[in-house]
C-alpha cells in the first residue's frame, strides 16, 4: 500500500513538472515553431516513458533520469534573462525616464502618438517638465477588454497652471514589452514571454487609444490621496522606470503586471494595505480601492462606475487639444455630491 501511495504521488509530480515543462519550452523554447514543437514533443516523449518505467519495475531508473532532466529544464529556466535590447513595437520601443532637480521633474520619452488605427499612428516621443508644486490631483483609469472581471490600469497625474490654463495630464501605464510582430499571451505572461515597460504617456495617447482605436470600456475614478503621498507615488513610478533601464524585468501575468505593481508601490508609501482578489481580477479594483477609503465617499461604487464611464466621451473628444477635460465632464470632483 505504501508503495502505491508513493508511485501516485511520484507520478502527480511527475505530470506537474511535465505540465510545466512543457509550456515553459513551447514559450521561450526558440522563436522557431519547427524547433519549439520539436522540444515540446521530445520533452513529453521523455516524460510518459519516465511515467510508464515508474509503473512497470523500473521506478528508481525512472525517477532518477526524470529529476536530471527536470534538473536540468530548471537550470536554463533560471538562466533565462530579460533583455532591453529587441526590436520592439513601437508603441513600447523607447524607455521612460525621469529626473528630479530642486522640484521640477523632466519626463524623456513621454508617449504622444497620434493614432488613427491599430497599425496607422503618427510617432511622438517627448521631454516634457512637470513642476512638482503644481501636482494637484490623481485619477485611476480602468480599461475594460475581456468582461467584468478584467481591465487595464493606467494612473494619470494632474498638473495646474499658474496662469490658469487647463490641467495638464501624465498618464503612467504599466505594459508587457512586446517585440515586433509578437501577439498577446495571459499564459505566456506566466512564462517569461514579455519585457515589462513602464510607459509615461499623455492621456489623448494612452487613453484614447483604447477607446478610440481597440475599442475598450474606460472608467475614470478620482483617487483620494495626501498630496505628499501622491508625490511619492509620482516618483515611486520614475524611480521604477528608471531602474528598468538598468535591470530590465520579466513581465509576470500574477506578480508583476499594471495593478500589482501599483499595489506594491501604494504599500511602501501608506502601509500594509489589505490583499485581496479584487487585485488580480482588477476589473473590481474599484470596489477595492472605496472600501479602503480611496474613492469619494459621497457616492457609491455603481453611482462612480455610471459618473465615470468616459469611452462615449472620449470618443467624441477624438483628437480634441481639451481631450482630458472633455472626459472628465460630469464626473464630480473629490467630496462634492450632485
Not at 516634457?128 to 487595464?152: E, F, K, N, Q
Not at 495630464?169 to 498577446?184: A, D, N, S, W
Not at 499571451?185 to 489623448?204: C, D, N, P, Q, W
Amino acid at each position: 500500500m505504501t508503495d502505491l501511495i508513493g508511485k501516485f504521488a511520484a507520478s502527480a509530480i511527475l505530470i506537474a513538472m511535465l505540465t510545466w515543462g512543457s509550456a515553459a519550452l513551447w514559450y521561450k523554447l526558440s522563436d522557431s515553431r519547427a524547433w519549439t514543437r520539436a522540444g515540446v514533443a521530445a520533452w513529453l516523449a521523455f516524460g510518459f516513458a519516465a511515467l510508464i518505467g515508474l509503473w512497470s519495475g523500473a521506478a528508481a531508473f525512472a525517477a532518477i533520469a526524470f529529476a536530471l532532466a527536470s534538473l536540468a529544464l530548471l537550470v536554463w529556466w533560471w538562466r533565462l534573462r530579460p533583455s532591453n535590447t529587441r526590436i520592439w513595437n513601437d508603441d513600447v520601443a523607447r524607455m521612460t525616464t525621469g529626473a528630479l532637480a530642486e522640484n521640477v521633474l523632466t519626463i524623456e520619452n513621454v508617449r504622444n502618438f497620434d493614432w488613427r488605427s491599430r497599425s496607422e499612428y503618427a510617432q511622438r516621443w517627448e521631454t516634457r517638465t512637470y513642476d512638482l508644486d503644481r501636482l494637484c490631483s490623481l485619477d485611476m483609469v480602468l480599461s475594460y477588454w475581456a468582461g467584468p472581471a478584467i481591465a487595464h490600469t493606467l494612473v494619470s497625474f494632474g498638473f495646474d497652471s499658474a496662469t490658469g490654463a487647463a490641467v495638464e495630464h501624465l498618464v503612467f501605464t504599466v505594459e508587457i514589452r512586446r517585440r515586433r510582430g509578437q501577439l498577446f499571451s495571459e499564459i505566456g505572461g506566466f512564462f517569461k514571454m514579455y519585457e515589462l515597460s513602464i510607459v509615461a504617456a499623455t492621456e489623448r495617447d494612452a487613453i484614447r487609444v483604447r477607446t478610440n482605436v481597440r475599442g475598450e470600456d474606460d472608467l475614470l475614478f478620482r483617487v483620494r490621496m495626501a498630496p505628499a503621498q501622491r508625490r511619492s507615488l509620482l516618483l515611486a513610478y520614475v524611480d521604477a522606470a528608471n531602474r528598468l533601464v538598468d535591470k530590465p524585468r520579466f513581465y509576470n501575468t500574477i506578480t508583476a503586471n499594471c495593478t500589482t505593481i501599483i499595489y506594491q508601490m501604494v504599500t511602501r508609501i501608506v502601509g500594509r494595505l489589505p490583499l485581496s482578489h479584487r487585485l488580480l481580477l482588477s476589473g473590481y479594483l474599484p470596489e477595492y480601492v472605496h472600501a479602503i477609503g480611496g474613492l469619494d465617499a459621497s457616492h457609491t461604487v455603481p453611482e462612480l462606475r455610471r459618473l465615470g464611464r468616459i469611452t462615449e466621451r472620449a470618443r467624441q473628444a477624438d483628437a480634441s487639444d481639451d481631450f482630458s477635460a472633455a472626459i472628465r465632464a460630469g464626473i464630480p470632483m473629490l467630496g462634492v455630491t450632485g
